[in-house]
């Protein structure tokens, strides 16, 4: 029953109250899908989830003080797509989280369930398409690779071959993006990356030049000029993996830990500035609460 298995997965797409990013269960079964793809076992001990979750969450969660792998290993029991062995040796909070050092110290296992893990071992195509939906509902586009490659997804063969006629039998529920949106951002920020200026056009149309969600599309961010920025593709990377973010002022804030060529010409230089195009007259700043959302959900700086 693919659609079935389908289902349970979206299931598990829910965007937690006050607008946090909670992309732990999501990343949880990402690598999961990730290791039966390659053909590990089927349960993993804690301490390895601990381990490896903890390096996603890290690299593609929101950022946080502390860094909670015990909740998602133990609640996404209930989301029918996860069990847990010797579960009885733990014990639970009242709020129905389980101990780290009880899962821990028992060393208990956990991963796919029994049927789900076979159907993706007998067909992998099933597999990543599950994948591919929880990451495109909970990761922009740009980052989406990135993180099918961090959890082997994108390295297994099966990934290679084109799905055709098996992605016309799933019913996909995705957010509808607003066509209008581009072109109204695009517009408004008169057809210039907001941060350099960049304006490459031919035909006079605009090269290599899009329109950002600044609370992302992936997050219920509406489709409206405030909520969007016309950035190049450079910028447009950089921003959705929160390299830089803006202020309501409209200033520019790089993160303190990125390096490398190039770092100079393309981040630091804008550091502390305002935005080289902001909207043009006539057209709204964008609103606070949604760079607001990207500050706390998305920049991330060890500062
Ligand atoms: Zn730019």
């Known amino acids: 029953m693919p659609d079935d298995t389908l289902q349970r997965f979206q299931a598990l797409n829910v965007w937690k109250a006050r607008d946090m990013r909670a992309p732990h269960k999501p990343l949880l079964a990402l690598w999961a899908i990730g290791r039966c793809l390659r053909g590990d076992e089927r349960l993993?001990?804690?301490?390895?989830?601990?381990?490896?979750?903890?390096?996603?969450l890290q690299r593609f969660g929101p950022h946080r003080r502390t860094i909670h792998t015990e909740d998602p290993f133990w609640r996404m029991q209930r989301d029918e797509v996860w069990?847990?062995?010797q579960s009885r040796l733990v014990r639970t909070t009242k709020a129905g989280g389980a101990y780290k050092s009880d899962l821990k110290?028992?060393?208990?296992?956990?991963?796919?369930?029994k049927a789900d893990y076979s159907a993706f071992r007998t067909n992998p195509r099933l597999a990543i398409r599950v994948a591919e939906d929880l990451v495109a509902s909970h990761f922009p586009a740009t980052l989406q690779d990135e993180v099918l490659e961090a959890t082997s997804i994108l390295a297994s063969p099966s990934a290679e071959i084109e799905p055709l006629d098996d992605?016309?039998?799933?019913?996909?529920?995705?957010r509808p993006r607003d066509p209008v949106f581009r072109k109204k951002?695009?517009?408004a920020y008169?057809?210039?990356?907001?941060?350099?200026?960049?304006?490459?056009?031919?035909?006079n149309r605009p090269l290599a030049l899009e329109a950002a969600h600044i609370k992302w599309h992936e997050a219920r961010g509406p489709a409206?000029?405030?909520?969007?920025?016309a950035l190049c593709a450079l910028h447009h990377d950089l921003f959705d993996r929160g390299a830089f973010t803006v202020l309501s002022d409209l200033r520019v804030i790089v993160a303190a830990d990125v390096d490398g060529e190039g770092v100079e010409q393309s981040l630091r230089r804008y550091?502390?500035?305002?935005l080289k195009a902001g909207p043009q007259q006539g057209y709204p700043n964008p609103a606070a609460n949604f760079l607001g959302w990207h500050q706390r959900e998305v920049f991330r700086s060890p500062m």
């Open 83 to 85: 069990e847990v062995d």
């Open 167 to 174: 992605r016309q039998s799933f019913t996909v529920r995705r």
């Open 185 to 187: 951002v695009l517009a």
């Open 105 to 113: 110290r028992h060393e208990i296992h956990g991963g796919l369930k």
């Open 190 to 203: 008169g057809y210039r990356c907001a941060v350099c200026r960049f304006a490459v056009q031919r035909d």
């Open 44 to 56: 993993a001990p804690f301490g390895l989830v601990d381990q490896e979750l903890a390096e996603l």
């Open 271 to 274: 550091d502390g500035g305002h």
């Open 224 to 229: 409206e000029i405030e909520n969007g920025m």
